[in-house]
């Protein structure tokens, strides 16, 4: 499956973006599907999870509450609404699938997109 990332952008703090992550190629009720981020100098981390029908979401500590992940199966699409938004959200986002179990691990996840940069203003 091939996956592409976008809706990143410039937003200030308490704004909100919705990121898309867009699948091409194997049927997407195949996979769960994940978000990540990496800021500048950290190491990736886990955002959200999503199982295969949708019904079943996970998210880290830091976001709950303040973002909620989806999936339009018929679109072959997975969001990330963004609310509250703080600086210290800023990272480049990253979408994954994985046609195991959903997991907040990063090596679960065999295929990538290419990343878009939220970047929160104080």
């Known amino acids: 499956v091939q996956l592409q990332a976008s809706g990143g952008g410039l937003v200030q703090t308490g704004g909100s973006l919705r990121l898309s992550c867009a699948a091409s190629g194997r049927t997407f009720t195949t996979y769960a599907l994940g978000w990540f981020r990496q800021a500048p100098g950290k190491e990736r981390e886990f955002v959200a999870t999503i199982n295969r029908s949708g019904r079943s979401t996970s998210y880290a500590d830091s976001v709950k509450g303040r973002f909620i992940i989806s999936r339009d199966n018929a679109k072959n699409t997975v969001y990330l609404l963004m609310s509250s938004l703080k600086p210290e959200d800023t990272a480049v986002y990253y979408c994954?699938?994985?046609?195991?179990?959903?997991?907040?691990?990063?090596?679960?996840?065999?295929?990538w997109g290419q990343g878009t940069q939220v970047t929160v203003s104080s």
């Open positions: 994954a699938a994985t046609d195991g179990p959903p997991a907040d691990w990063d090596t679960r996840y065999d295929y």
